[in-house]
């Protein structure tokens, strides 16, 4: 299997850092943010197609992956040998992230 490269867009370095915040402020174990989110990572660098298909972004072929343990979605797309995170989001939110 190959392990593709992941880089951020500047939307989800923002997502990242406004959920990491609020983890950190509201949340006793404050490791389990960074856990979830390192797992779901190495999960779409070995396994791109592990995500389920996110039919209602703008951008095609969105995917996104749940990372159970703090109920957010990450959604990512394929481009060649690079995971491009877009957006990571709150699960139980009505509506989706803005890409």
């Not at 983890?23 to 791109?48: G, S």
């Not at 990372?67 to 699960?91: C, F, K, N, P």
């Amino acid at each position: 299997m190959k392990n593709r490269r992941v880089s951020f867009t500047f939307t989800a370095q923002q997502h990242v850092a406004r959920e990491k915040a609020w983890w950190l402020e509201n949340r006793e174990h404050t490791e389990v943010f960074a856990e979830e989110l390192e797992q779901a990572l190495k999960i779409v660098a070995m396994l791109p197609g592990a995500g389920t298909v996110y039919a209602r972004s703008p951008i095609p072929g969105v995917r996104r992956v749940y990372l159970r343990r703090v109920a957010l979605h990450l959604y990512y797309t394929l481009d060649g040998s690079e995971v491009i995170v877009r957006a990571l989001w709150g699960a139980r939110r009505e509506r989706g992230p803005q890409f």
